[in-house]
């Protein structure tokens, strides 16, 4: 199973050597960031730092950009801000799933526990938000503290409604725009800001990043179901294991049996594991995955109309590219 992956070479359906020098610089500036901790923390935050991460909003703040007239310092910065958003959400994230590796690396809670890994990143949140006063905007610095109180928010509503038999398909759509796709949405967006283009335009813009991020969490829900640990690099099936009520999963509970509806929600409420051979032997979990990858991929398909706002260029292509690499990856979990 293919990941998405801004960085990896063998990956031609993605645009990298389009993106290549910039996301490069954006590693060397994301690596530098350890120097502005203290040396006792220097360490831990380096090895978060450090490891490779898939780099997905620096390189679409990069490529909207590059569509907008040109990449700048500013939007590699964005990416910078973004990232380090991104990689603290991540160490909360395992902590909360007691996930002990992504990347195929150990996670920050596993090497020195949660309690340390919580304090990890905080540390790299309040520096995000710290770097986002270099722009000397407070236009800027409220949509990169708005993006990053949505993800916290998405979080916390997931949390909270852990096996919770009462949510809907719009209270789920809502979790995941917060969690997740209001980064992308921040990225793209706030590219376009710094480019200078309209409001009517940015927005446009912000709505492709925030459908591509709502269909990129879909295939990754996907995943935590249908894909392999090896391959992947990181812990699957923590989301039946956390009573996370998933897309996939919501379409299944809808569509399945009474009696099979009851050996999923008698589980649920007992929180008891929803291990994967349970839902396999259930006649219509193929089905549930199936329209989970169909709703994603109309949101991709939504993706390439935002993007006519910008003037024919080779980063628009990439743009669009991004959108049928998704599509590659969505239809695999079918496979």
Same mark, same amino acid.
């Given at each position: 199973m %293919? /990941?998405?992956t801004a960085t990896s070479p063998s990956n031609n359906q993605f645009p990298f050597d389009l993106v290549r020098p910039d996301l490069e610089k954006v590693e060397i500036a994301i690596r530098a960031q350890v120097r502005d901790f203290d040396s006792a923390v220097e360490? &831990?935050?380096? &090895?978060? =730092? @450090? /490891?490779?991460? !898939? +780099?997905? +909003?620096?390189? *679409?703040?990069i490529l909207v950009g590059g569509a907008a007239g040109g990449v700048g310092e500013d939007h590699r910065k964005i990416g910078v801000i973004l990232e380090l958003i991104h990689m603290a959400t991540l160490v909360h994230d395992d902590i909360i799933d007691g996930a002990t590796a992504r990347r195929s690396m150990p996670t920050a809670n596993s090497k020195w526990g949660n309690a340390l890994a919580v304090l990890l990143g905080d540390a790299l949140f309040s520096h995000a938000l710290t770097l986002a006063t270099d722009f000397n905007s407070i236009e800027i610095c409220r949509k990169v503290g708005n993006a990053a109180r949505e993800v916290c928010q998405g979080e916390i509503i997931q949390t909270q409604r852990r096996f919770d038999l009462t949510l809907s398909k719009e209270d789920y759509f809502r979790v995941i725009e917060m969690k997740t796709g209001a980064l992308f949405a921040a990225a793209t967006g706030l590219a376009a800001a710094v480019s200078g283009l309209s409001k009517d335009d940015e927005a446009a813009l912000a709505a492709y990043g925030m459908k591509l991020g709502t269909a990129y969490q879909i295939y990754d829900d996907c995943?935590?179901?249908?894909?392999?640990?090896? $391959? $992947?690099? !990181?812990?699957?099936g923590t989301d039946l294991a956390k009573g996370k009520l /998933?897309?996939?999963?919501? @379409?299944?509970?809808?569509s399945a049996s009474e009696s099979q509806r009851g050996i999923i929600t008698r589980r649920i409420l007992e929180q008891q594991e929803l291990d994967l051979p349970v839902l396999v032997g259930i006649a219509e979990y193929e089905g549930a995955i199936e +329209?989970?990858?169909d709703t994603a991929l109309? *949101? $991709? %398909?939504? =993706? +390439?109309?935002?993007?006519?706002?910008l003037a024919p260029s080779e980063y628009r292509d990439a743009l669009t590219q991004i959108t049928r690499f998704l599509e590659t990856l969505l239809r695999k979990c079918l496979n």
């Open positions: %293919a /990941t998405f360490p &831990y935050i380096a &090895y978060i =730092c @450090n /490891t490779s991460g !898939k +780099r997905i +909003r620096p390189a *679409l703040a995943l935590d179901l249908v894909g392999s640990e090896e $391959v $992947v690099g !990181k812990t699957l /998933t897309l996939p999963i919501l @379409n299944l509970l809808e +329209r989970a990858v109309g *949101l $991709v %398909a939504g =993706c +390439r109309e935002d993007l006519e706002v």
